[in-house]
């Protein structure tokens, strides 16, 4: 890691030096999509001059750093939809890529677990879905198969799908802004994007314009120059959107997600993921166990509105995040579509005793006394103005001297880091198909 902390500052004090600011693209924000798209890019495009713009002072330390670093396997997603198709190929080019590059993955599997009656035909509703997406190696298997992959797991039935993994995602980022890099990019860190507008000079109604005819400025009043631009701005997707003079529909809600760690002493109860059947009403996953590459246990996570965007703390509060989200967006209808859910999200949020209420239905062994409160993830969730979650990933431009230079990746959540490299691709076709590169 050290390694490539040293190379990234040092590409910075080289943009310094050179004074560069124009770029032929550039792509805002750098986390896992942003990298990956950029490195897309630049590989497809060698001769091209590339830039990443990212607000914090470290890549890739949002919703990239603060995930459960699951390798998804796409079974959960609808058939022929975009999360399902990129997300099955994602996978297997992650793989590909760990591999490549020597980072380290485990390929440790995963349960679905049904553990009532009423949950076996949504689990085999499940099963025929992934196989309908390809999804490799699944079955059903019956409580003496459970037993004999998770021995403390109880369960009436589940998918046992062996090519779900975990990894690093910010490990992957990095070797991404690394490639990036060597490739001849540029990253600029600490760049909070503050206007997207056009460069004075240009006129307006001139074919050819100039040649750099779109300014990004920051909040300090510095400024870069590009003909086109790519947005990958996670939590801050809908407001780079308006920034740009672009729809800034669908918003952005953020939902905290909080896990529990299990104990150390206790991490022998879990070998594997071990997953519920999923709600199909809710894109969140349900509270599950997942191994991580430290080798500790994640319990986790809820779902809960979270009152700041980067809010990672239960008290974290923005009046200006809370605002756009009561005013702007869905939430008031969504909350009321879903009250006793998202009540029952906040009393988990508040007693540890409640969730390990809900664990114990997989592993009955474990206890309060077992499990420490751990870390939190936001994740950036599109919501429609009639209080619909946005369920895929939405790509979108605009119209204009500004909009007709711009793709906006407007919702990119889970699977979207185990997607990046799939998604990468399909940027990088993307913007050759509109910009003409």
């Known amino acids: 890691m050290g390694y490539r902390k040293s190379k990234i500052s040092h590409m910075l004090t080289k943009v310094d030096m050179l004074g560069m600011s124009s770029f032929d693209v550039v792509v805002i924000g750098g986390g896992i999509v942003g990298l990956a798209s950029a490195r897309a890019l630049i590989l497809r495009h060698p001769a091209?001059?590339?830039?990443?713009l990212e607000k914090e002072k470290d890549l890739a330390i949002h919703q990239t750093g603060h995930n459960s670093g699951v390798i998804h396997s796409g079974i959960y997603y609808k058939p022929?939809?975009?999360?399902?198709?990129?997300?099955?190929?994602?996978?297997?080019?992650?793989?590909?890529?760990?591999?490549?590059?020597?980072?380290?993955?485990?390929?440790?599997?995963?349960?679905?677990?049904?553990?009532?009656?009423?949950?076996?035909?949504?689990?085999?509703?499940l099963y025929e879905r992934g196989r309908q997406n390809g999804v490799q190696g699944l079955r059903l298997i019956q409580q003496e198969d459970i037993k004999k992959k998770e021995p403390y797991c109880r369960g009436l039935m589940a998918i046992d799908c062996p090519?779900?993994?975990?990894?690093?995602?910010?490990?992957?980022?990095?070797?991404?802004?690394?490639?990036?890099?060597?490739?001849?990019?540029?990253?600029?860190?600490?760049?909070?994007?503050?206007?997207?507008?056009?460069?004075?000079?240009?006129?307006?109604?001139?074919?050819?314009?100039?040649?750099?005819?779109?300014?990004?400025?920051?909040?300090?009043?510095?400024?870069?120059?590009?003909?086109?631009?790519?947005?990958?701005?996670?939590?801050?997707?809908?407001?780079?959107?308006?920034?740009?003079?672009?729809?800034?529909?669908?918003?952005?809600?953020?939902?905290?997600?909080?896990?529990?760690?299990?104990?150390?002493?206790?991490?022998?109860?879990?070998?594997?993921?071990?997953?519920?059947?999923?709600?199909?009403?809710?894109?969140?996953?349900g509270v599950h166990f997942t191994p991580r590459m430290d080798g500790s246990i994640w319990l986790g996570p809820n779902a809960v509105l979270a009152f700041k965007r980067e809010g990672y703390r239960p008290f974290d509060f923005s009046?200006?995040?809370?605002?756009?989200?009561?005013?702007?967006?869905?939430?008031?209808?969504?909350?009321?579509?879903?009250?006793?859910?998202?009540?029952?999200?906040?009393?988990?949020?508040?007693?540890?005793?409640?969730?390990?209420?809900?664990?114990?239905?997989?592993?009955?062994?474990?206890?309060?006394?077992?499990?420490?409160?751990?870390?939190?993830?936001?994740?950036?969730?599109?919501?429609?103005?009639?209080?619909?979650?946005?369920?895929?990933?939405?790509?979108?431009?605009?119209?204009?001297?500004?909009g007709n230079r711009i793709l906006h990746v407007r919702n990119a959540p889970s699977p979207a880091a185990t997607s990046s490299l799939a998604i990468s691709g399909m940027i990088a076709d993307e913007v050759q198909q509109r910009f003409k590169l």
Do not use: W
């Open 48 to 52: 091209l001059s590339i830039g990443v």
């Open 80 to 125: 022929e939809s975009l999360k399902a198709k990129l997300c099955v190929q994602g996978a297997a080019l992650i793989y590909e890529y760990c591999k490549q590059k020597g980072i380290s993955y485990k390929q440790c599997g995963k349960l679905i677990v049904a553990v009532e009656q009423e949950e076996i035909p949504r689990l085999q509703a």
């Open 163 to 285: 090519y779900t993994g975990i990894v690093d995602y910010r490990q992957v980022a990095l070797s991404f802004a690394k490639d990036f890099q060597e490739a001849g990019g540029f990253v600029l860190t600490n760049f909070e994007v503050k206007d997207i507008e056009l460069a004075k000079e240009s006129p307006s109604r001139s074919k050819d314009g100039m040649k750099y005819p779109i300014v990004i400025r920051n909040t300090k009043g510095e400024e870069v120059q590009c003909q086109y631009v790519v947005t990958c701005a996670g939590l801050y997707s809908d407001r780079i959107s308006e920034l740009s003079g672009c729809n800034p529909d669908p918003r952005i809600v953020p939902f905290r997600g909080d896990y529990l760690i299990l104990k150390p002493e206790k991490c022998y109860l879990v070998k594997g993921n071990i997953y519920p059947v999923p709600d199909s009403r809710f894109p969140f996953l």
């Open 319 to 402: 009046a200006r995040d809370i605002m756009d989200v009561i005013i702007k967006s869905g939430l008031i209808k969504l909350v009321f579509q879903n009250f006793s859910y998202g009540v029952n999200e906040m009393y988990k949020a508040c007693f540890l005793s409640a969730t390990v209420k809900h664990l114990q239905k997989f592993i009955p062994e474990i206890t309060v006394s077992d499990i420490l409160r751990g870390p939190a993830g936001v994740r950036a969730q599109a919501l429609d103005r009639d209080g619909n979650l946005v369920e895929d990933f939405v790509f979108d431009g605009g119209v204009g001297d500004i």
